[in-house]
């Protein structure tokens, strides 16, 4: 029997009853996988990508599998903002008790905008995650996040129609993170999630064609889990906000290298496509990890590298 | 029968047709899966899972079918007996036997057929008659055919090549046999259900496939537009009415 381990974390005064949140585009809306697990075990859920409009998204295939890891090009498929604040987010909260993260998405400054005041106007979602990466939608997503100015002026537009924490999640496809999430910072940011996928392909060499219907997809993940550990503790240690580590995260041991890094909370994602109960299986190995490491609580070890 | 992760042996997996293999597996307890329903299988050394529709139900156990198209499928060609294999299950949305009056009519192309065997049984268990068209490209890939006449249903074959049964398409041998039934079922390549739902005026259902991603509902890897907007094939199909279909 392993000893009391406090898996709680704070993030921007929420309190999490451990760190681990299935990331946006991997969980649906966590109605989903209801009847699956438990999801109150579940430190925080990250809800599927959201545009003003509903999408449909992306022609398939959208999947291609690769060497510890996979590309998709799902392209944002969702029911729209006002299904999420109307349906999605409340229906999740009636029966989850954790911290609701709605991650927004958009193709203009004034759609992110508008978005999030949608959003901060609806009580079942308690943190805003703001998605200027994703690689999947042409003029729009990742545009926003490879450049400081627009990342800052995305970030200074939302935080001017919320009261609701705000993180921004940003694209590893860049040259200088830190220069991207410290904008980010100045413009009012009350946190970093990243990374998001790496733009990446695939070609059936026997069809002498992509596999992605869309030529190119996002690759995660654990092939990524060194280079987004990488750019976790690169921001962690020039910004003063916190950090949700993400990137080929799939075991407890990983959560921990995450949160050494510098990481306040932990986002799984692809590992979930292949392993639904991923999530409430590393929380369960957590405390016996903890203990085998000499750690009471992850509180503790954030950014002690 | 919500979807769970189970442990399964493997009790035999032989080649039965020209790349077509046919695996069961065992576990311990209860298997219920019904027919046009699927499972998910991790592979040890892959990422994704391979997502396999089941052929027969046992009472632990299950009958799979599949065809090596690639490396996942060559390695699971080489699995011995004994080995162990981690399964979600039972995934999707199955064929509705109900819904058939009193004859109906299944239609497989290629491995295909698979599915079609459980829904047989399940007919038959209803009291309901069925036949069976079976379409395949050449005699050394027929598969299942044995296996449903040994249910006691009438089996027509046709081949591209015309070495076994009809020369032509699984429609071509329709034509010729002239079967009664008042509702249809087909799983195959999208072009052979595409012609059969053309050719044919009774309710059908149809069994797509789609590159999967979770294969439970959540990743929205494998939607695709139908009549009623986007569904998902792994959670809201695999099995879908013929008119819902954007062909």
Not at chain 1, 61 to 69: D, K, L, Q, V
Not at chain 1, 239 to 260: L, N, Q, T, Y
Not at chain 2, 88 to 116: D, M, N, Q
Not at chain 2, 177 to 197: E, H, Q
Request: aromatic share 6%; charged share 20%.
């Amino acid at each position: 029997m392993v000893a009391e381990k406090n898996l709680a974390v704070s993030l921007c005064g929420l309190t999490m009853k451990n760190p681990v949140v299935p990331a946006s585009g991997t969980f649906g809306f966590g109605i989903e996988l209801a009847d699956a697990m438990d999801l109150n075990t579940l430190g925080g859920i990250s809800l599927k990508g959201t545009t003003r409009e509903p999408r449909y998204g992306n022609p398939t295939p959208r999947i291609a599998e690769c060497t510890a890891g996979m590309i998709n090009s799902v392209g944002l498929q969702n029911p729209g903002i006002e299904a999420l604040v109307a349906d999605k987010a409340p229906a999740l909260r009636s029966i989850y008790g954790g911290v609701i993260i709605a991650n927004i998405s958009g193709y203009s400054v004034e759609e992110y905008a508008f978005n999030c005041a949608r959003a901060d106007g609806c009580p079942a979602i308690d943190l805003l995650e703001v998605n200027v990466s994703c690689p999947n939608v042409h003029g729009g997503g990742m545009a926003f996040g490879t450049d400081p100015k627009s990342a800052a002026a995305v970030t200074a537009a939302v935080k001017a129609v919320t009261r609701k924490p705000v993180f921004i999640k940003l694209s590893p496809n860049v040259t200088d993170i830190v220069t991207i999430a410290r904008a980010c910072e100045d413009a009012g940011a009350d946190g970093i999630t990243l990374v998001n996928t790496f733009l990446g392909m695939r070609i059936d060499i026997r069809k002498r064609k992509p596999v992605i219907a869309n030529t190119m997809g996002g690759f995660s993940g654990p092939a990524i889990f060194p280079v987004a550990l990488r750019m976790v503790y690169q921001v962690a240690q020039a910004c003063s906000i916190p950090v949700m580590g993400c990137g080929g995260v799939r075991r407890a041991e990983d959560v921990v290298e995450m949160m050494m890094a510098g990481a306040t909370a932990v986002q799984v994602g692809a590992e979930n496509l292949r392993n639904p109960m991923a999530c409430p299986e590393i929380i369960a190995a957590l405390p016996a990890l903890m203990d085998s490491l000499g750690i009471d609580s992850l509180q503790e070890i954030i950014g002690i590298i | 029968m919500l979807m769970q992760k189970r442990i399964f042996r493997i009790e035999s997996n032989e080649g039965v047709a020209r790349d077509t293999f046919r695996l069961v597996l065992r576990t311990d307890g209860a298997v219920a899966v019904r027919s046009g329903q699927f499972v998910d299988i991790a592979l040890p050394g892959f990422f994704l899972r391979r997502p396999i529709s089941v052929s027969d139900c046992l009472s632990d156990g299950l009958v799979l079918y599949y065809k090596v198209v690639g490396e996942g499928t060559r390695a699971m060609s080489e699995m011995t007996p004994g080995t162990v294999l981690e399964l979600l299950e039972p995934l999707g949305s199955g064929f509705h036997p109900e819904k058939c009056r009193e004859a109906a009519l299944l239609i497989g192309g290629g491995l295909g057929a698979a599915p079609l065997y459980l829904l047989a049984k399940e007919l038959l268990a209803q009291g309901k008659k069925a036949t069976a068209v079976l379409g395949f490209n050449k005699a050394d890939e027929i598969c299942l055919a044995e296996e449903l006449r040994a249910l006691g249903i009438p089996v027509h074959i046709a081949t591209m090549d015309g070495s076994v049964g009809t020369k032509g398409f699984v429609t071509d041998a329709i034509a010729a046999v002239r079967p009664a039934f008042d509702r249809f079922y087909t799983c195959g390549p999208l072009p052979m259900m595409k012609a059969v739902c053309a050719a044919l005026d009774a309710p059908g259902e149809v069994s797509l496939e789609e590159r999967m991603g979770c294969g439970a509902g959540f990743c929205y890897g494998c939607s695709i537009l139908t009549k009623n907007g986007p569904r998902r094939v792994c959670a809201d199909g695999p099995v879908f009415d013929k008119e819902e279909v954007l062909w």
